[in-house]
């Protein structure tokens, strides 16, 4: 009944007090096992939840390896909201994973689940690997079982496989180039959805040392943002160029011109935007590989008084990380944003500053002015 569930919950609750010594830890993993064996639906429920306080409270080996072994068990012998929660759980206590001595028992239990018939199970099956993928970033089963997930006619096994790929891309170079292939594939394949695109295209941003996964990945995005003109995918595509470049600093200047030129040629809000934010990423990591007078379209979208106040205000901060000392030196100042080109565009922008209506316009606006000032004192000084 539910009294009797409850009462149990608190019982179980009561083992987790009482310090933290090894035999406390022991009565509390006995109770926890106990629990999870038990024939009440309820209470076995309970006891998963209470699993990221035993980790917590008592982080030993032991007691961690012990745990997620039971529970590997039961996401095997479960149905698919246990498994949910048992994922969850994993969630809440990645701290606490890489304590595990028995990593591959664990998964070899969980990845059982894999052959089943469940699309649902299997792809709660790819977020329990991705939340390993720290510790075992370059386990082959798990590569096979991301392809296989890939490869699904279900979108929400599709999902979890794409979440996965994310976490052991994230630490594995060889993971990335494996799935490189097959990750193109799905961006230039005409009947892979928008949507789903823009997901693998955000993984290409793992990029590691190797130069031709890196060349290889550029090419792509530049199909692909031929062959799918759509605001967001062009926004998508610019992105994971940018990122790509920040890999290979010696593609920073080609990059921040391609910006520049789909900023001034194309006029929908969001591609603007996105070409804003990526050229503000560049100014921060690397203005001194801008070429000269490469900012001029960057002031362009300012002094564009038909420009929406939020495009002119990524405008603004976009020049602000350019000139912002001391992280920009008075000859790069010079050569990004020649006193003639400022000159011509002071009067606009100091309109900007004069602006109630507008303040974080009018914020932006003042930063550059003052910047440019003292870029300019600095510059008479040497």
Not at 44 to 56: G, K, M, Q, T, Y
Request: proline share 5%.
């Amino acid at each position: 009944s539910g009294s009797s569930s409850l009462m149990s919950g608190a019982r179980l609750l009561a083992n987790f007090s009482g310090g933290n010594s090894p035999q406390q830890a022991a009565r509390a993993l006995a109770a926890l096992q106990r629990a999870l064996r038990s024939a009440d639906f309820v209470e076995r429920s309970e006891a998963v939840e209470l699993v990221p306080l035993l980790l917590e409270q008592f982080p030993f080996p032991s007691i961690v390896s012990s745990a997620l072994l039971k529970l590997a068990e039961l996401f095997h012998s479960s149905d698919n909201f246990v498994r949910f929660q048992i994922y969850r759980v994993l969630r809440q206590s990645q701290a606490q994973l890489d304590r595990a001595l028995n990593v591959a028992e664990v998964l070899k239990r969980v990845c059982a689940v894999r052959h089943s018939n469940d699309p649902i199970a299997r792809a709660l099956t790819l977020r329990v690997l991705a939340c390993f993928a720290p510790l075992v970033h370059d386990w082959t089963e798990a590569l096979h079982c991301i392809q296989a997930g890939l490869d699904s006619h279900d979108e929400v096994e599709v999902n979890a496989a794409i979440v996965a790929a994310d976490g052991f891309c994230c630490h594995s170079s060889r993971f990335l180039g494996a799935l490189h292939d097959r990750l193109c594939q799905g961006v230039l394949t005409l009947s892979t959805p928008l949507a789903r695109k823009r997901q693998l295209l955000a993984l290409f941003r793992h990029q590691h040392p190797s130069m031709t996964t890196w060349h290889a990945s550029q090419q792509m995005c530049q199909q692909a943002m031929a062959a799918y003109p759509a605001p967001h995918m062009t926004a998508a595509c610019l992105h994971t160029l940018t990122q790509l470049s920040l890999c290979c600093l010696l593609q920073v200047p080609a990059q921040v011109e391609l910006l520049g030129q789909v900023l001034g040629r194309d006029a929908r809000r969001s591609v603007r935007a996105c070409c804003l934010a990526s050229l503000e990423r560049l100014g921060a990591r690397a203005a001194h590989l801008w070429p000269a007078g490469s900012a001029e379209p960057v002031l362009q979208r300012v002094a564009d008084t038909d420009e929406s106040e939020e495009l002119r205000t990524l405008a603004l901060n976009t020049l602000n990380v350019l000139v912002r000392p001391p992280a920009a030196l008075p000859t790069t100042l010079a050569a990004l944003l020649p006193p003639t080109t400022v000159q011509a565009y002071l009067g606009t922008i100091e309109l900007c500053v004069a602006h109630g209506g507008q303040p974080g316009l009018a914020a932006a606006a003042t930063i550059f002015l003052l910047s440019v000032c003292w870029g300019q004192q600095q510059q008479q000084q040497q």
